[in-house]
C-alpha cells in the first residue's frame, strides 16, 4: 500500500430502517484521516444526509489510492436496496442486502482492498424473518472467514472479552466448557498483544455463579472447569486472575491488575462498561484475519429518520480501526528491518 495513502476503511451502513445510515453521514462530516468506503444504497445515503441536513460529496469508489479526505467527503461501493427504506420500520426484504454488505466487507478485507472493516448496527430480528439463519455480525465474520473468534467490547478504561455471546440465559453454563475456554483465552492473550501491544498480558477471568461458586455452595462450574484451566494456563506463563466474583471485579483496585477481562456471558460485564463509556466502547472481533470494530449500540429504531442520532461510537470505532491499522502497519516495518540469520543488518 502507498505510504502516503490513506488507510481504506469499509463501513457498513447496517440496517437501512435504522440509525446506521445517518451515523455514517455524520462520520463522514468529520476530518478524520481516513479513506472511508462505504458499503451500502447511494440512494439510501443521499436521504440519510438530508434527514441530517448534511452536504456530502458521494464518490463512486475506484479503489485507487487517495492521500486527503475533505470533510463531507464519503466514497461508495454500491449495494442495492431490495425496497427503499421506512425509518423505524425494518423490513425482511432488505435482509439480503444487510448480508451482501458484509460478505463484500470480509471479501474485500481478505483480498486486500480495505485495511479494516467498521460496521454500523444491524437488526438481527428482521434477517431471521426472512428465513436467513443469523445471530449477529461476529458469528457472519467468524462464519466466512472458518476463523475462531472472540468478541471483545472496549472503552479508553476497560476491555472486556465474552466467552459466550448471544445465548439465552439459560444455555451458558452448557456452553461453558474447558476447551471452550481455552480456546477462547488463547485468542484473547494473542490478541492483546498483536493489536494491543501488551507484551505480558494480564487477564482477569471472571467465575460464572454468584461469588464465583462460594467454594462450592453457588454452583460447581468454578471448582470443576475454571479453577483446573486457569492452573494450567498459569502453568504455561499466562498471567491469569481468578475466577473473580463478578461483584466486585470492576472496583477501582481490582481494575489496577489486569488489562482485560473475560466475562462468561453477554450481560455479567457489558452494563459495567456501557454505563461508564457508552459513547466511547467499541466492539472488536479478535481472531479475524482482518481488522473489524463496531459500535456497542443498537439500531436505535426510535430515533431512525430524525437525523438526531449520536456518532460517537461510530467515530470511536472508526478512530480504534485506524489506531490498530497504525499498529500493525508499525509491526510490520518493524519485522521488515530484523536482519534474517545469515545475512548482515
Keep these: 500500500m502507498n505510504a502516503t495513502a490513506l488507510p481504506r476503511l469499509a463501513v457498513t451502513a447496517g440496517e437501512p430502517a435504522g440509525i446506521g445510515p445517518e451515523l455514517l453521514i455524520r462520520l463522514a462530516a468529520t476530518p478524520l484521516a481516513a479513506n472511508l468506503i462505504a458499503l451500502t444504497d447511494r440512494g439510501l445515503l443521499e436521504r440519510a444526509a438530508a434527514r441530517c441536513?448534511?452536504?456530502?460529496?458521494?464518490?463512486?469508489d475506484d479503489g485507487a489510492?487517495?492521500?486527503?479526505?475533505?470533510?463531507?467527503q464519503l466514497r461508495v461501493r454500491p449495494i442495492a436496496l431490495g425496497t427503499p427504506e421506512v425509518p423505524g420500520r425494518p423490513d425482511p426484504r432488505n435482509a439480503r442486502h444487510v448480508l451482501a454488505t458484509l460478505a463484500e466487507a470480509a471479501d474485500g478485507c481478505l483480498a486486500g482492498r480495505y485495511a479494516a472493516v467498521v460496521t454500523a448496527?444491524?437488526?438481527?430480528?428482521?434477517?431471521?424473518?426472512?428465513?436467513?439463519?443469523?445471530?449477529?455480525?461476529?458469528?457472519?465474520?467468524?462464519?466466512?472467514?472458518?476463523?475462531?473468534?472472540v468478541m471483545m467490547l472496549a472503552s479508553p478504561e476497560l476491555r472486556v472479552a465474552l466467552a459466550t455471546t448471544h445465548l439465552p440465559l439459560s444455555a451458558v453454563p452448557a456452553a461453558?466448557?474447558?476447551e471452550g475456554l481455552e480456546r477462547v483465552l488463547r485468542?484473547?492473550?494473542?490478541?492483546?498483544?498483536?493489536?494491543?501491544?501488551?507484551?505480558?498480558?494480564?487477564i482477569a477471568v471472571l467465575g460464572l455463579n454468584p461469588h464465583a461458586g462460594e467454594g462450592g455452595h453457588l454452583g460447581h462450574e468454578e471448582i470443576d472447569t475454571l479453577i483446573p484451566l486457569l492452573d494450567a494456563l498459569r502453568a504455561e506463563g499466562m498471567a491469569l486472575?481468578?475466577?473473580?466474583?463478578?461483584?466486585?471485579?470492576?472496583?477501582?483496585?481490582?481494575?489496577?491488575?489486569?488489562?482485560?477481562?473475560?466475562?462468561?456471558?453477554?450481560?455479567?460485564?457489558?452494563?459495567?462498561l456501557k454505563s461508564e463509556a457508552f459513547d466511547r466502547t467499541v466492539n472488536l472481533t479478535l481472531g479475524l484475519p482482518f481488522i473489524r470494530t463496531s459500535v456497542d449500540h443498537g439500531t436505535a429504531l426510535d430515533l431512525a429518520g430524525t437525523g438526531k442520532g449520536d456518532p460517537s461510537s461510530l467515530i470511536a470505532a472508526t478512530r480504534m480501526a485506524l489506531d490498530l491499522v497504525a499498529r500493525r502497519r508499525s509491526a510490520s516495518l518493524a519485522a521488515a528491518r530484523i536482519p534474517t540469520a545469515g545475512h548482515d543488518a
Excluded at 489510492?65 to 463531507?72: L, M, N
Design 187 to 202: 485468542i484473547v492473550h494473542l490478541e492483546l498483544k498483536a493489536k494491543f501491544g501488551l507484551t505480558g498480558p494480564r
Design 176 to 178: 461453558i466448557t474447558r
Design 121 to 149: 448496527p444491524l437488526q438481527k430480528a428482521s434477517i431471521n424473518e426472512a428465513g436467513i439463519r443469523f445471530s449477529g455480525h461476529t458469528e457472519f465474520f467468524a462464519e466466512r472467514t472458518r476463523a475462531d473468534v
Design 241 to 272: 486472575i481468578g475466577p473473580l466474583p463478578a461483584d466486585t471485579a470492576f472496583v477501582p483496585a481490582q481494575r489496577a491488575r489486569y488489562d482485560a477481562v473475560l466475562a462468561m456471558y453477554h450481560d455479567q460485564a457489558l452494563p459495567v
Design 65 to 72: 489510492p487517495v492521500a486527503e479526505r475533505r470533510p463531507g
Design 53 to 60: 441536513g448534511e452536504a456530502v460529496e458521494l464518490i463512486d
